[in-house]
């Protein structure tokens, strides 16, 4: 592998890092689509097996291009190491379950994505106990330690609401009570945040989303020091096998290449359309970090380089209406109008996406919990992309009319 100098800056690292040319010294990264690999004998067979020769076995258990994506984002979040998984929700459950044992206790924000929380509805059937604290309420994390507390989860910005977990206060509790603190850098990538920096003992990422940044394949990864990384959690990932695949890797190699201009851009107009959405008289509250009208904007503005690229923001209801199935219409109607916005539930791409989350990502999520966490029927979240700003808002002034 070509060794880059540590005091190149991001956008530099973000392009070249983990660069490990073949014999025929190409200039892009290629893509080893193997399952397995050859030994040039029994002997360095049973050594690659026994672990005393480096190298490669078989690709569930590590790949070159994978290597290479895995070196890459560790590079950019400030890591010592890293493991790809297969998804970001792989990634969730490899962090939990190798951290845990039936009879450990995690606490974890109420303010997760939907398929987050029914992941952790699924652990506690397993012996795990969960309690969940809200984001923004750093006494409450303290409160909820027990000595049997192993791991605090969270996610900052939250989804859908753009929440702002106060990361070095909430690390301090957990580093004071010998308990490792987890943060999904989801919504930000290392381009706009490095939860490590603040005091976080992993990150944790969904790879479909920024690091790709086109909407073309699924990834995760979860990044921390050498010791947790490679003698607990890649054992994990190995031998459960949600792993990466090559191709994949080198997709997210070549996402991570236009990662800092991909959100510099794209949070700009998400700022330009924050301040649009708060102008129209049928948005009754307009959530994003980087508007100073933001409960958190301080916050969010400590720990991130802007306010990211997510906008959520809650339609009234016709006529002053302000029952659920009101504002559930209000909401549709902006969706269903939108010509030019993509109407998923996906985002981080370049393309701009819109969608409800209450009949979406939190919509298996039962009633009580989606209050709980303040996803309501009005609420629509957007991803910005980056295409022409005028042209987004007149995509969503149409159903607003």
Known sequence: MDELNPEYGFETRAIREGIARTAYNEHNEPVFLTS??????????AARFAGDEDGFIYSRAGNPTVTAFQNR????EGAQACV??????????????SLTRAGDHVVAAFELFGATTQMLGILARFGIEITYVRLADTEAWRAAVRPNTRLFYLETPSNPLTEVGDVRAIAAIARAHGVRLAVDNCFCSPALQRPLDLGAD????????YLDGQG???GGAVLGDR?????????????T?????PFNAWVLLKGLETLSMRMERQSANALGLARWLEAQPGVERVLYPGLPSHPQHALAMSQQKTGGAIIT???RGRGGDTSDAARREAAWRVIDQCRLLSITANLGDMKTTITHPASTTHGRVGAEARKAAGVGEGLIRVAVGAENLDDICADLARGMA
Do not use: C, W
């Open 241 to 245: 096998g949600p792993s990466l695949s």
């Open 227 to 239: 010791e947790y990384i490679e003698n607990t959690l890649a054992p994990f990932v190995r031998t």
């Open 313 to 315: 923001f809650e339609m």
């Open 202 to 209: 992993i990150v944790v990422h969904s790879a479909t989303k």
């Open 84 to 97: 790809a998984t297969a998804s970001g929700m792989s990634a969730i459950m490899a962090t939990v379950m």
């Open 36 to 45: 397995s690999f050859v030994f040039d004998n029994a002997a360095q067979a």
């Open 73 to 76: 984002l560790a590079a950019l």
């Open 216 to 218: 073309r394949v699924l």
